[in-house]
């Protein structure tokens, strides 16, 4: 098994404001694009008040389509970072090239590097510059050491770097892409950084989240990211696989005694492993 740099340990771990992202569970959550100050202001405050801490929401979207809706850019990033100060909660946003960071930089807590990108390295090296984290997430038909090598070009300068599992492609028609769990065991083992896993992408569709979000908190992972939206129908981007806020909301309450149960298992064998004296 190759050696990385990413398994050395880092003292605090990677620290978004008062959040120590290597500790835990967090719930990332959100649209998948910022469509107008109602919609995401909607969205914040319900999330905020189901405990949610970081505030997903894109400004610039590489869509498939050229005719696809492409975001707000500036304005999206200044009505994201407004929503979540308002609710006191912390933001991401994806850029996609030095421009985009620049632009990004007053406005986000924490840059996103999109799929498409994962191996745009000179994207990569010009985010090991910044003092921000970066999310970065794993390539469609990425392996695990390929994602792991992507994440070195960030922590060249930046040891601030969470990884997100969000599916690779497959022949199964029924999710949107299939979303590998496996992958994500072999990232807790084989590095320090914090893995989350994005819901939402890799799945397509809402209604099988519930189950795979508390597999994610059995599994060890330290957090979800999920789409959310006051009107998934009438969304500009991804509707289908966005929750209704009152569904986001009751995942995310019905996720609470799955990650206390979580806390109370870690804390019960660490008690054991430690020696009596």
Known sequence: MALYSARREFNGGVRVGDLNLNAGFHVIAGPCSVESVGQINAAAAVLAE???????????????????????????????ANAARANGMLCVSEVMDAESIELAAPFVDVFQVGARNMQNFSLLKRLAKQGKPV???????????????AAEYVLQGNDHVILCERGVRSFEPLTRNMLDLAGVALLLRMSHLPVVVDLSHSTGRTDIVPELARACVAMGAHGIMVEAHPDPNNALCDGAQAMPLEVAAKMIDDLQPWIELRAKTQSDAAAQATPAR
């Open 50 to 80: 189901h405990g949610v801490r970081i505030l997903r929401g894109g400004a610039f979207k590489p869509r498939t389509s050229p005719y696809s809706f492409q975001g707000l850019a500036e304005d999206g990033l200044r009505l994201l």
């Open 135 to 149: 999310l970065l997430k794993r390539g469609m038909a990425a392996t695990v050491e390929e994602f792991l090598l």
